[in-house]
């Protein structure tokens, strides 16, 4: 079975800075996908940054960029020239490449950051 | 379009009562997901549909946890007898098709459940 782990249950940045959120994973499949969601007060899940386990390349969306490390098994986000709209809870989160019959393709989440930006 | 809703927003019951989620899905996704948030803690995977098939319930929490999905689409989540250890956020997700990378799960924005 897959694991996911956020190690900070809390982090702050002042707004403008640079602050990076840590997770890591455990997983005996060689082809993943894994991703970044941001959770804020309204409860919506959102899509935030996504990563293709066979791609090497770091993904990359606005400010929002990833450090993928295969075999570290690790997977940070970092936030350049925070806002104050970043505020919320993120998640980090594993799904399987290949579909299950019994679960699809469920996402398997980390226990989640809250993220305070401070103006 | 529409994204995926959920109805109620919030739901308080007392301890014993049975209550029924909804879920709305996106029109035309076949695959339908539940999970649940409890406090504190991350989603935890309950149930899948794949249509109006769930190929596996052993993700529910216990036997008074049921769901079904009628014409592939509307999903209900019903909890009978209710405990305190139910309060949580259940959270409904669909997507186009099960697998793929391209095929991104969109949330609805939860039902709070509170058992008084």
């Known amino acids: 079975a897959q694991t996911v782990t956020q190690s900070q249950p809390e982090m702050s940045v002042q707004e403008a800075e640079t602050v990076t959120l840590s997770c890591t994973y455990d997983t005996s499949e060689s082809d993943y996908y894994l991703f970044w969601y941001k959770q804020p007060p309204s409860r919506q899940m959102i899509l935030v940054i996504r990563?293709?386990?066979?791609?090497?390349q770091n993904a990359t969306e606005n400010r929002f960029s990833v450090n993928f490390q295969k075999a570290a098994k690790s997977f940070s986000l970092k936030i350049s020239d925070s806002q104050l709209g970043d505020a919320a809870m993120y998640f980090c989160a594993y799904r399987s490449a290949f579909e299950q019959e019994t679960s699809g393709s469920r996402l398997t989440f980390g226990e989640g950051t809250q993220l305070t930006v401070n103006p | 379009g529409a994204g995926v809703s959920q109805s109620p927003s919030n739901k308080v019951t007392e301890k014993g009562k049975d209550v029924e989620l909804r879920c709305d899905p996106i029109s035309g996704h076949t695959a339908l997901y539940w999970y649940r948030q409890s406090l504190g803690q991350g989603l935890e995977f309950l149930i899948y549909f794949q249509g109006n098939s769930a190929p596996d319930k052993s993700g529910l929490p216990s036997d008074r946890f049921s769901a079904e999905r009628t014409g592939g689409s509307v999903s209900t989540l019903t909890i009978q007898r209710t405990q305190q250890e139910d309060s949580a956020v259940y959270l409904c997700?669909?997507?186009?098709?099960?697998?793929?990378?391209?095929?991104?799960?969109?949330f609805g924005p939860g039902t709070r459940l509170t058992v008084t």
């Open positions: 990563q293709e386990a066979y791609k090497q």
């Open positions: 997700a669909s997507s186009l098709r099960p697998s793929g990378i391209e095929y991104e799960q969109y």
